[in-house]
């Protein structure tokens, strides 16, 4: 979809749909939608005052207009109550809006942006949000489904309309941002939509390789005779039962970057968890596809620093290998030795993301890092705690959650805080190791995170739980069933204008 701006007038526009955003508390019409209200013989006001349409929050309504404008169809949407207004209730407007032009046969939306009422100081921002939404909710994944030519149905150009000349440059700075970062989170999407078979370690690589050579990025692939050589024993460990060999993969971005902190993202890259020899009931193990949501969501990141012009260091880790049942898979009471040179014991197969990470978080030491964040679909535990609505975060220091936090909220990407108190790590207690990798039936989210913090002592970190938030059971606003590219958005909305950062905790 081509998304552009330009300037001129909603009733002489020639486009197949107009569209007109409408506020619930508004006194009248705005003045943009008045003269189509009353060549309609103020049917629209009608509406309005008898409530056959209501200004919710995604409420519609579709108007031919019966050859009396340049203009096809004038589709009305609700945005709520004005002063309720947020970056992602623009997402979800502009989403609603262009899956329904999509799915009436709709090519060419104009949307006005006028209607909106937008203050000055936010147009940029806004319109980035808008077009955020846009892409996002024409997301589709149809790599392996055969449509009929006849049932192809695509908006193919989104133009955004406004009236004063002044604001079309930040306007068109927000459409530029959006698109870069809405395609960011569709190729993590993708990614993570992708069955196993066609994203093992070794292919995972080779997209890494291919974005590091599009976005003048370093990548270096490590292979099981690296990692036997840093004695990273947990991706070794959960690699045994598999016929596909692990990879870890290190991305480097802007490495020359001086009086920057260096910000490194882990990302875990299950590219797919049967349990191992713990292994999982069949029901919904095909989402375990999925178990790589983190590593995609680092990828997708890394596909668009470049594009953003973003000025730190960035370093992306992301340990991979399948976690299978075979012969020679890791058992129940084996112990594994990391990269740090702890051990841990292993009580269940099933928590093997953590012993992946270990080696990660250990290995991003090197890079001397100012913040270190990682994504994991970690626990089941969290998808009871927090649904689908909210990452669980943990970690060991409160200016990098707290920036986190409104990272979240902006991108709408939020987070809910868990916390990592000292006496809980009473539960990862072991007999025989250092450690070992479950902490039995409660509080499993943060039991997980005590784990990971072993491993984190000399940084900055925060620790992100996905399980719940990367995979979507329904069709939203601008989200679709199946993967939602969750972190892509969160992180680059943190790396966005990044202050030197505070190592005190």
């Known amino acids: 979809m081509i998304i552009n701006a330009k300037t001129g007038h909603a009733a002489d526009e020639t486009a197949e749909m107009l569209v007109f955003y409408m506020y619930e508390d508004s ?32 409420n519609l309504r579709a108007l ?32 609603t809006s262009v899956k329904t032009a999509r799915d009436m046969g709709i090519k060419k939306v104009t949307s006005v ?12 921002e806004w319109c980035q949000s808008f077009t955020e939404g846009a892409v996002l909710g024409l997301y589709q994944f149809k790599k392996y489904k055969q449509t009929k030519p006849e049932e192809e149905k695509e908006v193919r150009a989104l ?12 306007v068109k700075e927000g459409i530029k941002r959006g698109q ?14 992708t069955p196993s078979q066609d994203k093992n370690p070794t292919i995972l690589s080779n997209i890494a390789k291919n ?15 690296d990692l036997k050589k840093l004695r990273m024993g947990g991706i070794l460990g959960v690699a045994q ?32 968890d049967s349990g191992g020899i713990c292994l999982k009931p069949a029901k919904n193990m095909d989402q375990m596809k999925s178990d790589m949501s983190g590593g995609a969501a680092v990828l997708g990141v890394f596909s668009a620093l470049a594009k953003l012009k973003v000025t730190q260091r960035i370093v992306g880790l992301i340990p991979c290998t399948e976690n299978m049942p075979g012969g020679s898979a890791i058992k129940p009471g084996d112990i594994v030795t990391f990269h740090s040179g702890k051990t841990a014991e292993v009580a269940n197969t099933d928590a093997e993301g953590r012993l992946i990470l270990a080696d990660a978080l250990a290995y991003a030491e090197k890079f001397h890092p100012g913040a270190v964040v990682d994504f994991a679909t970690l626990t089941g535990a969290c998808v009871v705690a927090l649904g689908g609505i909210a990452t669980g975060m943990l970690g060991n220091n409160e200016e990098l959650k707290n920036r986190i936090k409104t990272a979240g909220e902006k991108s709408w990407e939020r987070v809910w805080e868990l916390p990592l108190w000292e006496e809980y790590q009473e539960f990862i207690k072991s007999d025989i190791a250092d450690i070992k990798n479950t902490g ?47 972190g892509v958005m969160l992180m680059l909305e943190l790396l966005k204008d990044w202050k030197k950062f505070t190592k005190e905790k």
């Open 27 to 58: 006194k009248k019409i705005h003045e943009t939608l008045e003269p189509f209200d009353v060549s309609f013989n103020h049917a629209i006001s009608e509406l309005l005052k008898n409530k056959e349409f209501t200004v919710k929050l995604n």
């Open 64 to 95: 031919p207009t019966y050859g009396k404008f340049p203009s096809q169809y004038v589709l009305l949407v609700g945005l709520g109550k004005k002063e309720d207004i947020t970056f992602d209730k623009i997402r979800q407007a502009s989403g």
């Open 113 to 124: 942006m006028d209607s909106l009422e937008i203050l000055a100081e936010r147009l940029e």
């Open 159 to 170: 133009t955004l309309l406004v009236s004063d000349k002044k604001i079309l440059t930040p």
């Open 180 to 193: 870069v970062i809405a395609n960011a989170v569709s190729f993590a999407r993708d990614l993570v939509n």
């Open 211 to 225: 974005i590091a050579k599009e976005q003048g990025v370093s990548c270096k692939i490590l292979s099981t005779p």
């Open 241 to 272: 039962g598999s016929t596909q060999p692990p990879k870890f993969i290190i991305l480097e971005y802007n490495p020359q970057s001086k009086n920057q902190d260096t910000i490194v993202i882990v990302g875990k890259g299950i590219t797919f």
């Open 440 to 486: 039995g039936s409660g509080a499993g989210t943060i039991t997980a995170a005590c784990f990971l913090s072993k491993f984190t002592e000399k940084y900055p970190w925060v620790h992100l739980d996905i399980a719940g938030t990367s995979w979507a059971e329904k069709n939203n606003a601008y989200m679709q069933k199946g993967a939602t590219g969750v």
